[in-house]
């Protein structure tokens, strides 16, 4: 252990020399350190200051039930009926939304389930990086979290809310989902999520590495990226440690791995959830994954685990989108 505090050390002085940095930028570390990959506690993701991964005292608070962010399903979906997965998904081709803009974090689990929802139906958005710090691409919005939809000029929130809203103008005459896939959605959100910072936070290298895909993919500065990436690293290994023992979580990689199958045993031998086609469970379980897939945590999933051949389906699945990146206002 005392190795491990002595290489974090130094990991961190090598941040901070690195990037010069002043009094004033050391005290705006806690915002630059909330940076981190997942959010376990809400549909959405935010790095405010209250962000419950670091308070003002460094205390780590995990919400309850999504953290009580209104994550909601949509108003159908709380009386779904069974339907026949032959409904599901066929798609209203009268409906093709004409301008659709992603405001993200590039490795939020939560905007990566809209991503992938989006890709799979093959409706073409633009990307707008959010920079985690000033957030100052989405200052013409009184919302301050990511993601956030404009399709056609509206705004949308919270990941669930927005795949919802959008799945039920592509399907008007069904309700938006079945009993079975509703179920796995909310596991997602309530359980799998919980599971991943353990993971991606396991080992000081393992720190390292995430916050460099972080830090490479997203919106910062120089200097940011710089404090970031090791700044942050540091910090995030310790408070991975403080979200293990509040889920109870003994074994990081045991977790994940039984997360994993437990998934697969869902499939119960079909392709997907939704039978031949994937629903918005699969969906939202491959959107969450999907940007841990090639961080060793991910590596280590597919390689222990019978999710591969899932993930590889569901990779298949998505349709080429329009990757020219947007400048905020």
């Not at 953290?67 to 032959?86: P, V």
């Not at 990941?159 to 959605?185: C, F, G, L, N």
């Amino acid at each position: 252990m005392a190795t491990t505090m002595r290489k974090l050390s130094r990991l961190a002085a090598t941040g901070r020399a690195a990037a010069s940095f002043s009094t004033a930028a050391i005290s705006r570390r806690q915002l630059i350190l909330q940076t981190a990959l997942y959010s376990s506690r809400s549909n959405t993701f935010s790095y405010a200051p209250q962000s419950h991964w670091l308070s003002s005292h460094d205390r780590v608070t995990v919400g309850r039930n999504c953290g009580g962010c209104n994550m909601s399903y949509s108003t159908a979906a709380s009386a779904a009926r069974d339907l026949d997965e032959k409904e599901l998904p066929q798609s209203n081709k009268n409906y093709v939304p004409n301008d659709v803009v992603l405001y993200q974090y590039q490795a939020c689990p939560f905007c990566n389930k809209v991503k992938a929802f989006l890709e799979y139906y093959d409706i073409p958005y633009n990307i707008v990086e959010v920079n985690p710090i000033n957030k100052k691409e989405i200052k013409w919005s009184d919302y301050r979290k990511v993601p956030i939809l404009m399709v056609d000029g509206e705004q949308m929130v919270n990941s669930s809310d927005i795949i919802d809203k959008i799945y039920q103008r592509m399907h008007p005459d069904s309700v938006s989902e079945d009993a079975e896939t509703q179920k796995w959605r909310r596991w997602v959100d309530d359980h799998l999520v919980h599971v991943l910072s353990p993971n991606i936070y396991r080992s000081p290298a393992e720190a390292l590495e995430s916050f460099d895909y972080i830090t490479t993919n997203g919106n910062f500065s120089f200097t940011e990226r710089l404090l970031a990436k090791y700044g942050g690293a540091a910090a995030m290994y310790f408070v991975s440690k403080k979200l293990k023992k509040r889920r109870n979580i003994t074994d990081e990689r045991g977790a994940l791995y039984e997360a994993a199958d437990t998934w697969v045993n869902a499939l119960n031998g079909r392709q997907y959830l939704g039978g031949s086609e994937p629903n918005l469970a699969d969906l939202s379980v491959f959107g969450v994954l999907r940007p841990i897939r090639y961080l060793k945590s991910g590596k280590d999933m597919v390689e222990n685990t019978r999710i591969g051949e899932w993930f590889m389906r569901m990779e298949n699945q998505m349709k080429p989108h329009r990757d020219t990146t947007l400048e905020g206002p």
